[in-house]
Protein backbone atom coordinates (compact mmCIF):
# COMPACT_ATOMS: atom_id res chain seq x y z
CA UNK A 1 0.00 0.00 0.00
CA UNK A 2 1.47 3.45 -0.84
CA UNK A 3 0.57 4.60 3.17
CA UNK A 4 -1.08 8.24 3.81
CA UNK A 5 -1.24 10.84 1.17
CA UNK A 6 1.16 13.89 1.69
CA UNK A 7 -0.85 17.06 3.02
CA UNK A 8 -0.82 18.90 -0.11
CA UNK A 9 -2.81 15.85 -2.11
CA UNK A 10 -5.71 15.96 0.96
CA UNK A 11 -6.13 19.72 0.34
CA UNK A 12 -6.63 19.13 -2.66
CA UNK A 13 -8.70 16.18 -2.35
CA UNK A 14 -11.03 18.29 -0.41
CA UNK A 15 -11.47 20.78 -2.92
CA UNK A 16 -12.11 18.23 -5.52
CA UNK A 17 -14.64 16.67 -3.35
CA UNK A 18 -15.88 20.14 -2.90
CA UNK A 19 -16.43 20.71 -7.04
CA UNK A 20 -12.93 22.36 -7.77
CA UNK A 21 -12.46 21.83 -11.30
CA UNK A 22 -8.50 23.20 -11.30
CA UNK A 23 -7.89 21.06 -7.75
CA UNK A 24 -9.00 18.07 -9.91
CA UNK A 25 -6.42 19.09 -12.78
CA UNK A 26 -3.93 19.60 -10.52
CA UNK A 27 -4.20 16.40 -8.59
CA UNK A 28 -4.66 13.80 -11.08
CA UNK A 29 -2.18 15.54 -13.85
CA UNK A 30 0.64 14.26 -12.30
CA UNK A 31 -0.51 10.27 -12.59
CA UNK A 32 -2.16 10.36 -16.03
CA UNK A 33 1.25 8.76 -17.26
CA UNK A 34 1.22 6.20 -14.81
CA UNK A 35 -2.34 5.42 -15.74
CA UNK A 36 -1.96 5.49 -19.45
CA UNK A 37 0.46 3.23 -19.07
CA UNK A 38 -1.60 0.36 -17.56
CA UNK A 39 -4.37 1.48 -19.88
CA UNK A 40 -1.95 0.72 -22.83
CA UNK A 41 -0.60 -2.64 -21.14
CA UNK A 42 -4.14 -3.82 -20.84
CA UNK A 43 -5.76 -2.58 -23.83
CA UNK A 44 -2.70 -2.85 -25.89
CA UNK A 45 -3.36 0.61 -28.03
CA UNK A 46 -2.28 4.04 -27.74
CA UNK A 47 -5.77 5.62 -29.01
CA UNK A 48 -7.78 3.16 -26.68
CA UNK A 49 -5.49 3.84 -23.53
CA UNK A 50 -5.99 7.50 -24.44
CA UNK A 51 -9.93 6.79 -24.63
CA UNK A 52 -9.93 5.01 -21.07
CA UNK A 53 -8.02 7.13 -19.18
CA UNK A 54 -10.37 10.04 -20.23
CA UNK A 55 -13.35 7.78 -19.50
CA UNK A 56 -11.89 6.60 -16.15
CA UNK A 57 -11.38 10.64 -15.40
CA UNK A 58 -15.05 11.49 -16.08
CA UNK A 59 -15.70 8.83 -13.98
CA UNK A 60 -13.36 9.89 -11.04
CA UNK A 61 -14.88 13.51 -11.38
CA UNK A 62 -18.36 11.91 -11.36
CA UNK A 63 -17.47 9.73 -8.32
CA UNK A 64 -15.67 12.88 -6.47
CA UNK A 65 -17.26 12.61 -3.47
CA UNK A 66 -16.49 8.96 -2.77
CA UNK A 67 -12.76 10.57 -3.02
CA UNK A 68 -11.75 10.33 0.64
CA UNK A 69 -8.85 12.65 1.95
CA UNK A 70 -7.08 9.72 4.37
CA UNK A 71 -5.96 7.68 1.59
CA UNK A 72 -4.11 7.91 -1.59
CA UNK A 73 -5.96 9.18 -4.67
CA UNK A 74 -3.59 6.60 -7.38
CA UNK A 75 -5.16 3.12 -6.24
CA UNK A 76 -8.71 4.93 -6.48
CA UNK A 77 -8.28 6.44 -9.71
CA UNK A 78 -6.24 2.85 -11.10
CA UNK A 79 -9.33 0.63 -10.08
CA UNK A 80 -11.40 3.21 -12.30
CA UNK A 81 -9.43 2.97 -15.06
CA UNK A 82 -8.98 -0.95 -14.65
CA UNK A 83 -12.89 -1.06 -14.75
CA UNK A 84 -13.11 1.31 -17.77
CA UNK A 85 -10.40 -1.12 -18.98
CA UNK A 86 -12.67 -4.03 -18.66
CA UNK A 87 -15.38 -2.39 -20.41
CA UNK A 88 -13.53 -1.88 -23.77
CA UNK A 89 -12.27 -4.80 -23.99
CA UNK A 90 -15.79 -6.68 -23.47
CA UNK A 91 -16.44 -4.39 -26.16
CA UNK A 92 -13.63 -5.58 -28.45
CA UNK A 93 -14.88 -8.52 -27.98
CA UNK A 94 -18.72 -8.08 -28.63
CA UNK A 95 -17.44 -6.63 -31.78
CA UNK A 96 -15.27 -9.29 -32.65
CA UNK A 97 -17.98 -11.67 -32.29
CA UNK A 98 -20.21 -10.08 -34.18
CA UNK A 99 -17.90 -9.22 -36.80
CA UNK A 100 -17.79 -5.08 -36.72
CA UNK A 101 -13.44 -4.92 -37.03
CA UNK A 102 -10.63 -6.70 -35.90
CA UNK A 103 -8.77 -5.79 -32.11
CA UNK A 104 -6.53 -3.27 -33.12
CA UNK A 105 -2.94 -5.05 -32.82
CA UNK A 106 -0.60 -3.55 -30.20
CA UNK A 107 1.46 -0.35 -31.79
CA UNK A 108 4.92 -1.46 -30.47
CA UNK A 109 7.92 1.13 -31.55
CA UNK A 110 10.02 -0.28 -34.43
CA UNK A 111 13.49 0.63 -34.63
CA UNK A 112 14.17 2.25 -37.94
CA UNK A 113 17.59 1.70 -38.45
CA UNK A 114 18.69 -1.83 -39.30
CA UNK A 115 19.18 -3.76 -36.63
CA UNK A 116 21.76 -7.11 -36.27
CA UNK A 117 20.30 -10.24 -35.77
CA UNK A 118 20.58 -10.77 -31.59
CA UNK A 119 17.91 -7.29 -31.85
CA UNK A 120 15.46 -8.71 -34.23
CA UNK A 121 15.58 -12.24 -32.02
CA UNK A 122 14.94 -9.96 -29.13
CA UNK A 123 12.05 -7.98 -30.74
CA UNK A 124 10.33 -11.34 -32.12
CA UNK A 125 10.28 -12.27 -28.13
CA UNK A 126 8.80 -9.05 -27.06
CA UNK A 127 6.08 -8.98 -29.46
CA UNK A 128 5.70 -12.83 -28.87
CA UNK A 129 5.30 -12.42 -24.94
CA UNK A 130 3.15 -8.35 -25.51
CA UNK A 131 0.46 -10.71 -27.62
CA UNK A 132 0.74 -13.66 -25.24
CA UNK A 133 -0.16 -11.00 -22.74
CA UNK A 134 -2.59 -9.67 -24.46
CA UNK A 135 -4.22 -13.00 -24.35
CA UNK A 136 -3.95 -13.35 -20.62
CA UNK A 137 -7.67 -14.15 -18.56
CA UNK A 138 -8.35 -10.06 -17.77
CA UNK A 139 -7.71 -11.07 -14.06
CA UNK A 140 -4.17 -12.36 -15.03
CA UNK A 141 -3.26 -10.08 -17.13
CA UNK A 142 -4.39 -6.96 -14.46
CA UNK A 143 -2.32 -9.02 -11.52
CA UNK A 144 0.56 -9.30 -13.97
CA UNK A 145 0.71 -5.83 -15.32
CA UNK A 146 0.52 -4.30 -12.17
CA UNK A 147 2.61 -6.28 -9.84
CA UNK A 148 5.27 -7.20 -12.40
CA UNK A 149 5.58 -4.39 -14.75
CA UNK A 150 3.78 -1.31 -12.91
CA UNK A 151 6.16 -2.48 -10.12
CA UNK A 152 3.28 -1.74 -7.28
CA UNK A 153 3.42 -4.01 -4.08
CA UNK A 154 0.89 -7.42 -3.55
CA UNK A 155 -0.83 -5.41 -0.72
CA UNK A 156 -1.47 -2.49 -3.14
CA UNK A 157 -2.70 -4.87 -5.60
CA UNK A 158 -4.93 -6.64 -3.60
CA UNK A 159 -6.81 -3.48 -2.64
CA UNK A 160 -7.30 -2.46 -6.00
CA UNK A 161 -8.57 -5.31 -6.98
CA UNK A 162 -10.54 -6.26 -4.39
CA UNK A 163 -8.98 -9.67 -3.79
CA UNK A 164 -6.45 -10.81 -0.58
CA UNK A 165 -2.79 -10.63 -1.11
CA UNK A 166 -2.58 -14.44 -1.26
CA UNK A 167 -4.54 -14.33 -4.41
CA UNK A 168 -2.53 -11.72 -6.10
CA UNK A 169 -0.13 -13.64 -5.47
CA UNK A 170 -1.39 -16.75 -7.36
CA UNK A 171 -2.77 -14.29 -10.12
CA UNK A 172 0.33 -13.69 -10.80
CA UNK A 173 2.06 -17.06 -10.32
CA UNK A 174 -0.27 -18.35 -13.10
CA UNK A 175 -0.05 -15.73 -15.16
CA UNK A 176 3.82 -16.25 -15.19
CA UNK A 177 3.43 -20.10 -15.29
CA UNK A 178 0.94 -19.33 -18.54
CA UNK A 179 3.38 -16.73 -20.40
CA UNK A 180 6.47 -19.64 -19.78
CA UNK A 181 4.62 -22.17 -21.46
CA UNK A 182 3.33 -20.14 -24.29
CA UNK A 183 6.59 -18.46 -25.04
CA UNK A 184 8.30 -21.55 -24.49
CA UNK A 185 6.39 -23.69 -27.00
CA UNK A 186 7.07 -20.74 -29.77
Not at 99 to 125: N, Y
Not at 137 to 144: D, I, K, N, Q, Y
Request: overall charge positive; charged content about 30%.
Amino acid sequence: MQGQPDSQEQALVAKVAAGDRRAFTELVEPLIPRLLATSLRMVGSHDEAEDVVQNALASAWIARKRLDPARPVLPFLTTITLNKCRDKLRRRKAAQFLGFGKASMPELASDPAPSPESETVDRQLLQKTHAEIQRLPVRLREALILVAIDGRSQNEVADIMGVSEKAVESLVYRARKALKEKISRA
